[in-house]
């Protein structure tokens, strides 16, 4: 079992396949994109699926799949598929702006995918295009009924409180929980690159708008071990409202997560680069055991809370610094 310095029981790995998207959302990806990591740079599909199976011996039982886009790395199926077949992993997710679900979502259901959180903005397409500079929104809502209709246990819609994003944009996103019986969850927006965050509604204030336009809201139950969520329930509505305080009031004492990026980091903290590059080992030979013994000496630097901002190590940490990242393009959240 991994258990930090902290007695955080960490079961749940994050797994960036891709730094590649098919969007340039404001916040996230520079207009221009990114140069992407070449094919050699980013873990084959094999040695994601054997960094896995080495966590799940130490207790990894919840994987979720993110980008970039996992969707424009092809085979992406095939990685699913293998990773449902490891001992002890009983939830793997992914998440996806939508725009290719509408070919891929009975695909990924077959391949063992338990569920999808689906990222979307507003409801608006010009706005829309605005944030994300593609006109896509169309193909994202048709990726969103295409997840409704497939046996996924769970779709989500994800909705984030940029600097920039108006209420209407994201009262117009919350209203599908009105329609649909998903969760949407609104998201704080976290400074990757260190912006300021001054003009970002905080979480607690979109609460306020979501109450004077949908009513008041009343608790929900809550998913247990999943995530930081806290679900709310509105009058008439089929679905629920998820509030996710990534940074007014950081759920760092929960956390139960790892994060693999594309590369082979494994990342111990979203805001730190901290952490051990795995790929180096993945390729030079080392054994499961020389795997383990390394991921447990790392998860014992695991920080205990994060500053809200890019931190280059944490003090006194020992673990080796690892590749920044300046982008969620390159982490995925």
């Known amino acids: ?58 207790g990894v039982d919840r994987v979720r799949l993110t980008g970039g886009e996992p969707l424009v790395r092809k085979g992406i199926e095939h990685l699913a ?53 593609r006109d896509a929104l169309p193909q994202a809502l048709k990726g969103l009924n295409a997840a409704l209709e497939t046996p996924f246990s769970s779709v989500k819609v994800n909705c984030v409180l940029f600097p920039g994003s108006l209420p209407e944009d994201w009262l117009s996103v919350i209203s599908l929980a009105k329609k649909y019986p998903v969760d949407v969850r609104l ?31 009343k608790p929900a139950r809550q998913s247990v071990g999943a995530g930081p969520a806290r ?12 509030i996710i305080h990534a940074m007014s009031h950081n759920f760092c004492s929960e956390c139960n997560r790892l994060r693999l990026s594309a590369t082979g980091n494994l990342k111990l903290c979203l805001f730190y680069d901290i952490g051990i590059a795995l790929k180096p080992m993945l390729r030079g030979g080392a054994s499961d055991d020389q795997l383990v013994e390394t991921i447990l000496e790392a998860i014992k630097h695991k920080p205990k809370q994060h500053a809200g901002r890019p931190m280059a190590m944490e003090e006194g940490g020992i673990c080796s610094a690892i590749e920044h990242v300046d982008g969620m393009h390159k982490i995925g959240g």
């Open 1 to 58: 079992m991994m258990n930090d310095a902290y007695g955080r029981k960490l079961h749940y790995l994050r797994v960036s396949v891709t730094d590649r998207c098919n969007l340039r959302c404001r916040y996230c990806m520079p207009e221009a994109g990114v140069t992407p990591f070449s094919h050699d740079d980013i873990l084959s599909y094999s040695e994601i699926v054997r960094v896995v199976r080495v966590m799940a011996t130490l």
């Open 81 to 133: 598929a293998k990773i449902k077949e490891v001992s002890h992993i009983r939830f793997l997710g992914l998440t996806t702006n939508g725009v290719n679900l509408p070919e891929m979502a009975s695909v990924l259901a077959d391949a063992g995918v338990d569920g999808v959180n689906i990222s979307i903005d507003t409801l608006d397409r010009r706005r829309y295009q605005e944030i994300t500079r």
């Open 187 to 217: 998201i704080e927006w976290m400074p990757m690159s260190g912006e300021s965050i001054d003009n970002a509604a905080t979480a607690d204030e979109a609460f306020e708008k979501i109450e004077e336009t949908y009513g008041t809201l």
């Open 231 to 242: 679900y709310w329930l509105a009058p008439d509505f089929i679905g629920r409202i998820g």
